[in-house]
């Protein structure tokens, strides 16, 4: 199994600012997820971040909008870029586990309101 | 659009009773996972199931799927107030060798 950390935990913004997402694994990971969850939903997925190649981004999710960088296999950020009340969510991070199957280990979250 | 449909959407049970969740999905998969997120936090992998599985055990869970159907049910026995969370099915992303879909959800709240 892995271990993963996400920072912060939950934070308050202003409308047209942006915040940065932190998501550290204890073991080296290929495949990492961004996902969206608003207030009651499942889970979105944004983008899938692989080290050394551009994200892959889900349809209706954007670069500009949700920029995401991986530069080694144990990191990853997600940066929400000038907020709005909509971008009010849990974001989490996961990896991908196992050789043959697809089970995903998921970070904490990051609790995000924006007013 | 999401794979898994799941229902109820909202189940309330008193402690020691069993609670049963169901799972739609639509395409073809080789295996199907449940997965429980406590209030606002991260997933937590519960288990998963073959396709050529028709049921799966670990401890107070049993999970069945029938990919004639393509549903599957989680059942909780004996449930307890920690048992407390909301419950996603998921299923492979067609297309995607490790991308997963995430079905609706449902909250489960057991009573003391």
């Known amino acids: ?47 899938t971040a692989n080290q050394g190649s551009e994200a892959t981004y889900e349809s209706g999710f954007v670069i500009d909008k949700f920029p995401i960088s991986r530069p080694n296999l144990t990191f990853s950020t997600l940066t929400v870029s000038n907020m709005s009340p909509e971008d009010s969510s849990i974001y989490l991070c996961s990896v991908g586990w196992g050789s043959q199957e697809n089970e995903q280990f998921f970070g904490p979250g990051t609790r995000l309101t924006v007013l | 659009s ?4 799941e229902d109820p959407q909202a189940l309330s049970i008193q402690e020691g009773e069993n609670a049963t969740m169901n799972c739609s999905y639509k395409t073809s998969i080789n295996n199907l996972q449940w997965y429980r997120q406590n209030s606002g936090r ?51 992303t067609s297309g995607s060798a490790r991308q997963l879909t995430f079905g609706s959800g449902t909250q489960l709240t057991v009573l003391p």
């Open chain 2, 42 to 92: 991260g997933l937590v992998h519960l288990i998963l199931i073959r396709s050529n599985e028709r049921e799966k055990h670990s401890g107070r869970l049993r999970v069945t799927l029938d990919t004639s159907k393509k549903s599957s049910s989680l059942l909780i026995t004996a449930s307890r107030a920690a048992d407390t969370a909301s419950y996603f099915c998921a299923t492979p």
């Open chain 2, 2 to 5: 999401q794979q898994g449909e």
């Open chain 1, 1 to 47: 199994s892995a271990v993963i950390s996400q920072k912060p935990s939950r934070d308050i913004c202003q409308r047209g600012t942006s915040l940065t997402i932190q998501c550290q694994v204890d073991s080296q990971v290929t495949m990492m997820f961004w996902y969206r969850q608003q207030p009651g939903q499942s889970l979105t997925l944004i983008a």
